[in-house]
C-alpha cells in the first residue's frame, strides 16, 4: 500500500476525531487522535495497511499523560506513530492486546509506571516493579 493512500485512509477513518496530522519526513508521521478510535486506526494500520505494531511509550507532561503507539510498514520503510493524550486524573484507554499479543507486556509497563489503566487488558500484573510496591505510586509520573 502506497504511503498517500495510508494517510488518506486514516484522515477518512478518523474524521473529527483526527486532532493533529504531522508529516515530519517521507519515512515518518505522526496522528493525534481522540483516544476513542484508537482501536479502529490500530486494527485498520494492522489489518489494512498490514503495519507491523512496534512499541508504544509513554509520557507524563503534568497535566496529560501522552502515548504514542509506533507502528512500521515495512514494505514502504514508513513509520507511523499514533499520539493520544489523556486527561489527568481520566488515565483510562482501551486496551490493543485484543487485536495483537505483542502489546500485553508494553502495556502492563505503562500501567504500573504512568498509571493508566488498559481497559480490557487481561493481566494487569506488576512487570518491573516488586509486587509489594506501593500503590499510586508511579515512578515516571512528575506529580507523585
Known sequence: MKRETIIQ???IRSGGDL???QDKSKNRIYFTINKTILLQIAKYLFNDA???FS???GV???KTIEILYHFAV???GLFISLRVILEKPSLEIESLLPLFK????IEMEMHEMLG???KGHENPKHLLLKDDWPKENYPLRRDT
Do not use: H, M, P, Q
Not at 505483542?102 to 507486556?105: F, L
Open 9 to 11: 485512509n486514516i484522515k
Open 19 to 21: 486532532l493533529d496530522f
Open 50 to 52: 498490514k503495519a507491523r
Open 55 to 57: 512499541t508504544a511509550s
Open 60 to 62: 507524563d507532561t503534568r
Open 74 to 76: 515495512d514494505d514502504i
Open 102 to 105: 505483542c502489546a500485553e507486556w
Open 116 to 118: 493508566v489503566n488498559f
